[in-house]
């Protein structure tokens, strides 16, 4: 229970300084900025789904964490933000550094995410662009300070932001706390069993394992694939789903519950779909 404790609060404690500066960022587009900076933010949307992807593939869990309210505060397209939830890299790129991995392979695992995130969301916000439901709205902020309550506009940026930030550590903490919990008890040995024994779906099954909001699921994965327990397209599928707590975020900060549900079922469809292709070419 210590180390259940012990965990839970490290990555907690760790996402915290990229709460604070995401909310940050927002309030100072918000209400420091004006119609020019806010027309430059949405003309570089289009290249969202490359930048977005780039910086997803950085070992941490935070990045999701800030693409997460950078969308509901409409500053990324849907397409960014599943291209950002796709590359995310969570700690799978230190366990492979620890665990010596070869240099080409860990080349080779994050050009494979980048190059689906940088297609996926690209091809995501072209579909979403003929149906006309992609558009990058003004900057705001405003639904997050009603949801939170914070009177935001009667306080300074600085204060705001860590009132936002300490709402979104207090709910991850306590998600965090409980998914721990259910892993603990169910075993990791468990998670490898199931599997091992289940090649053909394969896929399937570590993409659910990829949508628990939490970093542990990246570290089950890769030590799988690095102990010859499933294949690298497995292990690839469920990296891709995995976002670390970025959904988790979603669904607190965003009101609209089928929107946030859609997102999830699109990353899931995005992994699966990649690990059966890759099953065939690598």
């Known amino acids: 229970m210590l180390d259940i404790i012990q965990d839970t609060l490290i990555d907690s404690i760790k996402l915290f300084p990229f709460l604070f500066v995401t909310y940050l960022i927002l309030e100072f587009l918000e209400h420091k900025t004006g119609d020019k900076s806010k027309k430059i933010i949405k003309r570089s949307g289009n290249f969202g789904p490359v930048l977005g992807a780039i910086l997803g593939i950085f070992p941490q869990c935070g990045f999701s964490t800030a693409a997460s309210n950078f969308y509901v505060g409409k500053i990324i397209t849907i397409g960014t933000l599943i291209s950002i939830y796709l590359s995310t890299s969570d700690e799978m790129l230190p366990i492979l550094i620890s665990e010596q991995a070869p240099i080409n392979l860990i080349i080779k695992i994050l050009l494979i995410k980048l190059i689906i995130g940088i297609?996926?969301?690209?091809?995501?916000?072209?579909?979403?662009?003929?149906?006309?439901?992609?558009?990058?709205?003004?900057?705001?902020?405003?639904?997050?300070?009603?949801?939170?309550?914070?009177?935001?506009?009667?306080?300074?940026?600085?204060?705001?932001?860590?009132?936002?930030?300490?709402?979104?550590?207090?709910?991850?903490?306590?998600?965090?706390?409980?998914?721990?919990?259910?892993?603990?008890?169910?075993?990791?040995?468990?998670?490898?069993?199931?599997?091992?024994?289940?090649?053909?779906?394969?896929?399937?099954?570590?993409?659910?394992?990829?949508?628990?909001?939490?970093?542990?699921?990246?570290?089950?994965?890769?030590?799988l694939y690095l102990e010859n327990v499933v294949t690298l397209s497995i292990m690839i599928s469920g990296l891709l789903v995995n976002a670390g707590v970025g959904l988790l975020v979603l669904f607190r900060v965003n009101k609209n519950l089928k929107e946030n549900i859609f997102i999830t079922i699109l990353l899931y469809l995005v992994g699966v779909i990649s690990g059966f292709i890759l099953s065939f070419i690598i």
């Open 119 to 223: 297609t996926s969301g690209f091809l995501i916000d072209f579909i979403f662009k003929l149906i006309k439901k992609n558009k990058i709205q003004e900057v705001e902020i405003n639904h997050l300070c009603e949801h939170d309550h914070c009177n935001c506009e009667n306080t300074n940026i600085f204060k705001s932001s860590l009132t936002h930030s300490i709402h979104i550590f207090i709910y991850v903490l306590i998600i965090t706390f409980l998914l721990n919990l259910v892993i603990y008890f169910i075993g990791e040995d468990n998670i490898s069993k199931i599997l091992a024994s289940n090649l053909i779906f394969g896929p399937i099954l570590a993409g659910l394992i990829g949508l628990i909001p939490n970093c542990a699921s990246s570290v089950i994965l890769t030590k």
